[in-house]
């Protein structure tokens, strides 16, 4: 068995990925690298590991501003479709290949956190930590979560970067918590949380978003502990209603062999 030392060697010298000429006009930028990947793969002509092409190629090839493709190449990490190695470049994962094989809106199906869980999870948190974040958050934070609002406010056209923007304002109030473990749970479920993110930004205009966003940033800013949690609770349980809604009204996918299935979404019980 190869040891990592030989697999290093062997991922280094694999040749970058050759995209096809693809015209983007106002597609989304990660959607259409996903598009290629897809294709790529069914083709033979793409396989694990593979490192892309440096950040100003892919720039060049599909003719947009390295800021927007540095969104969607995040966005895809995010995803677990690739891994940014600093200094190295960006490199295909090892499940790629399964990943891409679920259409987005499904990616929660491979992870072991359910959406039922992660839902669970932070109506049990995220109240609690907008409120200490209304007590504890610094300058730099509020900065970071009024950053978070106006990139939110950019992305009508781009749902991909709405999700990204989406997490930064979460982030930022796990961070403005001052709670270190908190602050490394984060970094555990931002995966998990971002999924959750893509499936309800599909669902609802960028009007929604913005409606819970400002007022909860408005209170923490203000000092508000217990409005800000109040306002995250509803905005968690709306986003957890708008799930409902779907399942609901959506067949389950067919995922062939697959063993996971699409979680389901139970109200919580009043006790």
Known sequence: MPDDADMAKASSSRKPVTLTRASTGKDDVTQVLITQFQQMLRDGK?????RLPPERELAAHFNVA?????????????????????????????????????????????????????TELRLLME????????????????????QSILDLESSSNDKLKLVSSDLLFHR??????????????????HRAMAKMMLVTSQLVDLEHTLAFHKPIMQAIEKGKGD?????????????????????????????GNARR????LRAPVNH
């Open 127 to 146: 109240p609690g930590l907008a409120r200490l974040a209304a007590q504890r958050a610094t300058p730099e934070d509020i900065a970071m979560l009024h």
């Open 172 to 189: 930022a109030i796990f961070l403005a918590s001052k709670n270190r473990t908190a602050a490394n749970l984060f970094h555990n479920i």
């Open 261 to 264: 299935h699409v979680p389901s």
């Open 46 to 50: 793409l396989s694990q590991g593979d």
């Open 227 to 255: 409005l800000a949690a109040r306002l995250m609770k509803e905005h968690l349980e709306d986003a957890r209603e708008l799930l409902i809604k779907e399942r609901d009204h959506q067949p389950k996918p067919r995922l």
């Open 66 to 118: 390295r800021s927007s493709l540095r969104q969607a190449l995040k966005v895809l990490e995010i995803l677990g479709v690739i891994t940014q190695r600093v200094g190295d470049g960006s490199y295909l994962n090892s499940d790629v290949a399964a990943i891409l094989a679920v259409p987005l809106e499904f990616l929660f199906l491979l992870d072991d956190t359910t959406v039922e869980d992660l």
